[in-house]
């Protein structure tokens, strides 16, 4: 199946956060991401002035595997999966600190340290959804008790790492300092929610957690770790930066390998050289009638060699468009090969292409919902991108590793904007208006454009789609709205 989170990475980035998860009886799974850009009129957005390589600068995908889901109460204990192999991997390195097993405990370490992300994350959610449920106290209860056990067989970890070099420990305070950053966040988010209630009857749920938030802030102090202190800027600002560090660093052992390169190259550029060699036939066949009964007149033998050579050109692009033009839904502009540990597990491919509104599936266009005012493309000019994508990927070998069963993988694209904002207008505009009272008012009012971005996935027999309206203006991106 295909997953898709779609949210706002920041003013002028669009985050799709799609997941490809395959079936228990499918050794091989395939996946299709068709995706319509509608870009406005006015952007100057066309096939002249933004090519493929701008595009794929402002595409920007990171691959990574899908974290293992556990429930937090499912992460430690004698045996828990993600508990028993970072213990294992800690008793390992500690009898044997050889380079396979330092690798294998620092590998250990940052999955735990990602599935305690994932795991605190999810039950965090469910707590502010039902913020207003009943049982949101006992919800809140087990949330910080399961939280501190989490912390707590994490942290006697550490007894058994005696005399282990300083390199591998500070690996091990890395995690540790990011586990307990993701318990502060977490549970101020629980707290912000509950605030905007204005209830009473939540004051002992709020307690709780100010009561973990205090337990973790006083052990970050005593370690040594980076914490937040209010009216001090530059310790905040190296706190934002530390933190951006320990994600990348944790989440790294969930990133895979990939190696790009442009897909079906060899193909092209035989097709290529068959279009010239065709264009150098038809200029021969055509070049040789006329030498022979315009044998007297070299002027004219001559003229006449240059008008066929000029055809031959014209000859050799009309077959390179027209192989080109065969050869594109087969094969595509770049294809990346997944690997983890240098075995290949599958593979992406990607394409980019301006089509015009007659190539569009009208269930596309049905999604897009141009208005009465925007029917008329010829006057709108709404150039519209198709950026394709096909992926495989072997079930079986992404279940023969690390002992975990990942589900799939998940492509997480950000869609840089920047280049779309150059030729927008001011982000303000005046409105003015008069009011009961006949007085006259002037009103700033943000001047928008509107971005119309429609989703389809194709996996076994199955389609879905998915639409979104992204409103956006010089100064970025102000809102994504699902259709």
Request: glycine share 4%.
């Amino acid at each position: 199946m295909i997953d898709i989170q779609t949210k706002i990475h920041d003013k002028f980035a669009i985050e799709f956060k799609v997941g490809f998860s395959g079936r228990e009886d499918v050794k091989d799974e395939h996946f299709d991401v068709n995706t319509w850009i509608f870009v406005p009129n006015g952007l100057d957005i066309n096939k002249d002035t933004y090519s493929k390589e701008r595009f794929y600068t402002d595409m920007k995908s990171n691959v990574r595997l899908i974290t293992p889901s556990f429930a937090l109460k499912d992460i430690v204990g004698e045996t828990a999966v993600p508990y028993g192999n970072l213990k294992q991997a800690v008793t390992d390195v500690v009898a044997d600190p050889s380079s396979e097993h330092r690798s294998e405990f620092e590998f250990q370490l940052k999955l735990f340290g990602s599935i305690f992300k994932s795991s605190i994350r999810d039950a965090a959610t469910n707590i502010s959804k039902n913020i207003t449920d009943s049982l949101t106290i006992e919800r809140c209860k087990q949330f910080t008790s399961e939280v501190r056990r989490v912390l707590t067989d994490f942290r006697n970890l550490s007894a058994l790492m005696k005399g282990l070099p300083e390199e591998l420990s500070s690996k091990y305070a890395f995690a540790d300092e990011f586990m307990s950053h993701q318990v502060e966040i977490r549970a101020l988010r629980i707290i912000r929610v509950m605030d905007k209630q204005n209830d009473p009857e939540l004051d002992l749920a709020r307690k709780e957690l100010e009561q973990l938030f205090v337990e973790e802030e006083t052990y970050k102090i005593q370690q040594g770790y980076s914490h937040a202190v209010i009216d001090d800027e530059k310790n905040n600002r190296q706190l934002v930066y530390r933190h951006s560090l320990l994600k990348k660093y944790i989440e790294s052992a969930l990133f895979l390998k990939v190696n790009t390169t442009q897909d079906g190259q060899a193909v092209k550029q035989i097709s290529f050289s068959l279009a010239a060699g065709l264009a150098m036939m038809v200029s021969l066949l055509v070049t040789m009638p006329f030498t022979k009964y315009l044998g007297n007149y070299p002027s004219l033998i001559f003229i006449t060699v240059i008008l066929i050579y000029m055809l031959k050109d014209r000859i050799k692009e009309l077959t390179r468009w027209m192989f080109a033009y065969q050869l594109k839904d087969k094969y595509y502009d770049n294809k990346t090969v997944v690997s983890i540990k240098d075995k290949q597990i599958g593979w992406i491919k990607e394409g980019m292409d301006f089509i015009t509104d007659d190539k569009v599936p009208a269930e596309v266009m049905t999604l897009r919902e141009r208005t009465t005012l925007e029917a008329d493309n010829a006057f709108l000019e709404e150039k519209i991108i198709l950026y394709r994508k096909k992926v495989e990927i072997d079930q079986g070998l992404l279940k023969n590793h690390y002992n975990y069963d990942f589900k799939g993988i998940n492509d997480i694209m950000r869609y840089h904007i920047n280049f779309l904002t150059k030729k927008m207008d001011n982000p303000e505009s005046l409105v003015h208006c008069l009011d009961e009272q006949h007085q006259l008012h002037t009103l700033k009012a943000d001047r928008v454009y509107t971005l119309h971005i429609v989703l389809q996935f194709k996996w076994a027999d199955q389609i879905e789609y998915k639409a979104f309206m992204v409103v956006v203006n010089r100064n970025g991106i102000l809102e994504i709205n699902a259709k």
